[in-house]
């Protein structure tokens, strides 16, 4: 398995206020992230529709298999 951490928080970044964003990105075998929703119910795998390109920003939409449109936190 390889992961990594950051942590986002240049003084500008988000012309509202300050803020500091921290991702642990990981990358697994294939069959360990098929095997995870089978071994947690809880889980489930979703599809990031992302309607802008570049860093522009904007709303982002989870969508689970079956279209369902998912919660998201801090969502706009």
Same mark, same amino acid.
């Given at each position: 398995m390889v992961n990594s951490f950051y942590a986002f928080g240049a003084v500008d970044r988000d012309p509202r206020t300050r803020i500091i964003?921290?991702?642990?990105?990981?990358? *697994?075998?294939?069959?360990?992230?098929?095997?995870a929703p089978k071994a947690a119910p809880d889980l489930a795998l979703a599809e990031l529709i992302v309607p802008?390109?570049?860093?522009? &920003? &904007?709303p982002v939409e989870a969508c689970s298999a079956d &279209?369902?449109? *998912?919660? *998201?936190?801090?969502?706009?």
């Open positions: 964003s921290v991702a642990y990105f990981a990358l *697994l075998p294939q069959v360990d992230f098929a095997a802008w390109s570049g860093e522009t &920003g &904007g &279209g369902e449109t *998912l919660p *998201l936190a801090f969502a706009l």
